[in-house]
């Protein structure tokens, strides 16, 4: 029957379709996905240039310097994107902790 076989056939291309329009978004998205880092690139290009890194050879830094390693946080709050992930957070690491 010619119609049945017309159905198949339509049914078949429409299968090969999809197939082609996957593959082609996922190229789309690769594309975009590789602009996205030749942008970073390009921007990292347009950075001004630092100054040159000048230190006295005869500058040294106090004899006891330093006798302890603290580290302290005083409501310290993070945010990722506009939303806070941590808010208010007071923390004191001490000289040789783990």
Do not use: C
């Not at 602009?35 to 290009?45: D, I, K, L, S």
């Not at 050879?57 to 994107?81: E, T």
């Not at 941590?86 to 001490?94: G, M």
């Amino acid at each position: 029957n010619t119609l049945a076989g017309n159905v198949g056939l339509v049914m078949w291309q429409l299968l090969v379709l999809s197939v082609f329009f996957q593959q082609g978004m996922r190229h789309v998205t690769e594309v975009i996905a590789n602009m996205t880092a030749v942008e970073r690139v390009m921007q990292y290009t347009e950075l001004d240039e630092e100054g040159p890194f000048h230190t006295d050879i005869n500058s040294k830094p106090p004899a006891g310097w330093p006798d302890q390693g603290r580290i302290s946080f005083d409501r310290v709050s993070l945010k990722y994107d506009d939303a806070p992930v941590l808010r208010d957070i007071n923390l004191i690491i001490e000289p040789k902790m783990k």
